[in-house]
């Protein structure tokens, strides 16, 4: 079945530090790919997608790179601040029959200190 | 355009009390699913509607159900409430690939 594999948090940074949040995935066929940001208390939010292969998902300073050869995701940002501060998820949409059901990751919690 | 809506924004519930939480998608969305967010948790698949019909469901007992009604809108019913239910209940809606999610209904159960 499909997967994803979020890095551990929580992850706890300094403002304008470099931002890497891990995600890998395990999916037949060719999956679309979500990061999804989750502010204390709140729903989630689409933060960036990819739909194929070396597609490049952009959003508020945040990129990830849609990278089939080593089946990842992975979120980055150059210069973080604090209100940045929020659980944010990984997640990927199969393409097939049981299409609808989107797999997520377990999150990692970013904490930014000024 | 309106995002997803969820109704009510809190509810407190006792043992063995039946919730009812309700689910508004986009406009023009046809399908809507639902998540449990337990405290410190991950997201947990609860159930899938699309054009009316359950298409799949999570890992969760049969007291979780819910139905979709003709204009798309969703309706998540716990019976039987048990201790462990308390968490935030997540609505999405979609229309292709793409979930967008509602802020959430936060379930108590004491």
């Known amino acids: 079945g499909n997967s994803v594999t979020q890095m551990e948090g929580p992850v706890t940074l300094s403002e304008e530090a470099f931002l890497t949040i891990n995600c890998t995935y395990t999916?037949?066929?060719?999956?679309?790919l979500f990061w999804y940001v989750q502010y204390p208390g709140e729903g989630l939010q689409l933060l960036l997608k990819a739909t194929k292969a070396d597609d490049k998902g952009s959003n508020k300073g945040f990129e990830a790179t849609y990278r089939k050869e080593t089946t990842s995701f992975h979120l980055e940002k150059g210069s973080v601040q604090v209100s940045d501060s929020a659980v944010y998820f990984c997640?990927?949409?199969?393409?097939?029959?049981?299409?609808?059901?989107?797999?997520f990751g377990d999150g990692t919690t970013l904490t930014v200190k000024p | 355009e309106a995002g997803v809506t969820q109704s009510p924004t809190h509810l407190i519930k006792t043992r063995g009390q039946q919730a009812t939480l309700r689910c508004s998608p986009i406009?023009?969305?046809?399908?809507v699913y639902w998540y449990q967010q337990a405290l410190g948790l991950g997201l947990q698949f609860l159930l899938w509607?699309?054009?009316?019909?359950?298409?799949n469901r999570g890992n969760f007992p049969p007291r979780f159900s819910g139905r979709q009604f003709p204009n798309y809108s969703s309706e998540l019913n716990v019976n039987a409430l048990e201790l462990e239910d308390s968490a935030l209940y997540l609505c999405?809606?979609?229309?292709?690939?793409?979930?967008?999610f509602g802020p959430g209904t936060r379930l108590t159960v004491l």
């Open positions: 509607y699309d054009e009316g019909e359950e298409r």
């Open positions: 406009s023009g969305h046809t399908s």
């Open positions: 997640a990927l949409s199969a393409r097939s029959t049981n299409a609808g059901k989107s797999t």
């Open positions: 999405a809606s979609s229309l292709s690939d793409t979930q967008y």
């Open positions: 999916a037949t066929g060719y999956p679309s």
